[in-house]
């Protein structure tokens, strides 16, 4: 399948799955026509342009719950809403829920390396907190 | 809509609670790490792109409206920095199919700047975007609530993935009228909404297309 308009916009903003973002790249070098078509997408976003898909991707409004994706998981969903949210994450390609997947199968893994991590975040962002209280 | 956990946390970081900002920390850097590390592949850079996010969202906090979604505004955030640092490495999309100065990708491409450039304005755009999102998530939730899966699959094969309606058809194994039919109706919704909003349908290229398209 050749690559759509709203495969671009959503590769503009680095939001596309790690398979898709390659399958795009390699297009792009390989057609005039397709680069030519991102130069044109890239002009009418600067001037303000933009559409019902790019909206609803950047505001997640078919994006499974947290709670969801966690019984997804532990796979206690309804067939059909499991089946969906198969449909998101693979043929969809949701990037967030992506994420989202990957952290929670990551949480159960690793504990104390989400715990250190954690911490140092803490730490770096505490001054910013602190400035806020000035 | 954010939830009224996040609500409470928000409002208790506004205050300069540390514990309300470990708690945010807590619950979203898992999921911010993994949707960095998925683009740069490296886990100590996706630590630090992650660690920007948040301090990025501390420095924008006075600014941050509380009817946004937290997690889809981090997500934002972190979209950005991400972008950022792959432009640092010169392995942005943009960047990497021409690293020449003076060509068109480059000086089109810079989200920081173009302000003065766009023909309509931010507030108008604002709008546009309000009411989509508004009418957009109604239907989708109605969808959902009546398991109408279906449909959503459909358009978001068609609005998320940019697919044409016979393909949609045959990956879905539904007919082609059907799927004109879904986008139909979607359509002629959301273009009265936008219309009743008092602004032009005309801007989003989804509402021009006659159906069957």
Known sequence: MSVTREQLDAYIDDALSETETAQVEQALRSSDALRRQLRSLMQERDRGDHSVGAIWRRRRLSCPTREQLGNFVLQVLDAEVEEYITFHIRTIGCAFCQANLADLQTRQQEPKKSQERRRRYFESSAGYLAARRK | ?213
Request: net charge neutral.
């Open chain 2, 1 to 213: 809509m954010p939830s009224d956990s996040d609500r409470l946390l928000i409002a208790q970081i506004r205050q300069g609670d540390g514990r309300a900002w470990e708690s945010l920390i807590e619950r979203y850097e898992g999921r911010l790490l993994a949707f960095v590390d998925r683009r740069l592949h490296d886990r100590a850079a996706s630590e630090d792109v992650v660690q920007e996010t948040f301090i990025g969202f501390l420095n924008s906090l006075p600014n941050f409206d509380e009817n946004r979604e937290l997690q889809t505004y981090l997500f934002t955030i972190a979209s950005h920095k991400l972008t950022d640092q792959l432009r640092r490495l010169g392995r942005h999309p943009i960047k990497s199919i021409s690293d020449s100065p003076s060509d068109l990708l480059n000086q089109q491409y810079d989200h920081h700047k173009g302000v003065s450039s766009m023909a309509r304005s931010q507030e108008r755009r604002d709008l546009e975007s309000v009411a989509i999102e508004h009418c957009l998530g109604q239907m989708i939730r109605q969808w959902q609530e009546k398991s109408d899966y279906i449909r959503l699959k459909v358009m978001e094969l068609l609005w998320i993935k940019g697919w044409a309606n016979r393909d949609v058809a045959k990956f879905l194994k539904i007919s082609e009228q059907q799927v004109a039919n879904f986008r139909f109706a979607a359509v002629k919704k959301l273009s009265e909404h936008v219309r009743g909003a008092g602004l032009s349908a005309e801007v989003f290229p989804e509402l021009q297309q006659a159906p069957g398209e």
